[in-house]
């Protein structure tokens, strides 16, 4: 063990308020890849920009090739929970833990058994009828073909949030309080370039803010404890 991970444990250890905060780089580990990560078939498939085709006007323009793409590259339903996911969960079991805030949308921190998570850009579990509002799961998308429909014919849309789309007030006004309220502050899997992100952990009020990640941030010098490795190398052996 690092002895930087040496000393995020002794924090945990001491700590009664822990939130994680996570990102991209959390799911990863569990094979699923950033789709800011373009890879070398995209450019066969798709003539836009990830960011293009996951914004509100391209889903309301282009909705088959919207779905064409969200099937194709944001959901992955053999995806399991990896170390960090489960070592979060054990925390919160623990009474250690009490909040995880992530930007990433395939609910596998629910899947580890964490309870009060706050989903920033919301998740591909929930989609709901834009027309009567009726829920659906996941399955229902995934089994539907071009544009998925509901009984009264209205669009079934992800509850997932796109580009050009405001956050949940709510779930955003819990994150926050949850932060303030934190004595420990960990950051994993995000360069924190994605907005709410760096906004976010200026709510921080403690003196123990880690940084997770194995590429440099922004925000490494506002950093208490530093940890540039494998975040799930990391949970591991906290
Ligand atoms: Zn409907």
């Known amino acids: ?52 085709i996951l914004s509100h006007s391209f889903f309301m323009k282009k909705p088959e090739e919207f779905y064409r793409f969200y099937r194709d590259k944001m959901i992955y339903p053999g995806a399991q929970p990896n170390a960090c996911h489960k070592k979060l969960a054990e925390l919160e079991r623990a009474g250690k833990l009490k909040a995880v805030i992530t930007q990433n949308i395939d609910g596998l921190h629910q899947a580890a058994g964490s309870k009060e998570v706050l989903e920033l850009h919301g998740t591909i579990h929930k989609n709901r009828c834009m027309l009567c509002g009726k829920a659906y799961g996941l399955d229902y998308i995934r089994q539907s073909e071009g544009v998925p429909k509901c009984a009264c014919g209205g669009i079934v849309k992800p509850e997932v949030v796109l580009y050009e789309e405001g956050l949940d007030e709510d779930v955003l006004r819990r994150a926050v309080d949850h932060i303030r309220a934190a004595d420990l502050l ?13 906004g976010l952990i200026q709510y921080f009020r403690g003196n123990k803010l880690v940084l997770v990640n194995k590429t440099p941030t922004a925000y490494d010098g506002e950093a208490d404890l530093l940890i540039p490795e494998k975040i799930g190398e990391v949970f591991s052996a906290l």
Do not use: C, N
Request: net charge negative.
């Open 1 to 52: 063990m690092s002895k930087e991970t040496e000393q995020l444990r002794r924090w945990v250890e001491e700590a009664k308020y822990i939130v994680f905060f996570g990102g991209a780089g959390v799911s990863t580990e569990s094979g699923i890849p950033d789709f800011r990560s373009v890879d070398g078939l995209y450019h066969q498939k798709y003539a836009f920009s990830p960011e293009t």
């Open 186 to 198: 960990i950051v994993g899997g995000t360069s924190l370039s994605v907005y709410p992100a760096a």
